[in-house]
């Protein structure tokens, strides 16, 4: 069930998702829960199966594109699809124009194989490169 999370920010297991999705360092993965209760435009939803909570998705919404910030499955559950899942219903539900993702080489794959187009950004750090990702929505007739 795709869910929202704006008010469980404090929950261990979402703070246990962000940082998967994030540094693990305390720092970031406060800094990243402090963006989702001051942004206005962000939001974070949860996909549970059998009322655990097996993975999370943040967004920022801007017009008709939805830009994924943080996307995170506990680590029991990965393979099982529930990041394509997470994302199919993140869809669904906000019907957006176009989705996009700024990730790292080791994600390249998974968002290729679900049907986004992945360009190279370059280097953004020394060694670390970067790639857009970009879905465009067809829409239902």
Known sequence: ??????????????????EYATLPEQEYVLAALKEYKEQEAMTLYGFEDEEQLVALIGIEKQNQEV???HLAVLPENRLKDYGRGIISEMIGTLKPEIVTAEIEEDAVDFFRNIGFMVYSLGEKYPGVEHFRCVFEVEEEE
Not at 4 to 14: A, F, G
């Open 1 to 18: 069930m795709f869910i929202s999370l704006q008010d469980r920010l404090e929950d261990p297991i979402v703070q246990e998702l962000i």
């Open 67 to 69: 830009k994924i910030k």
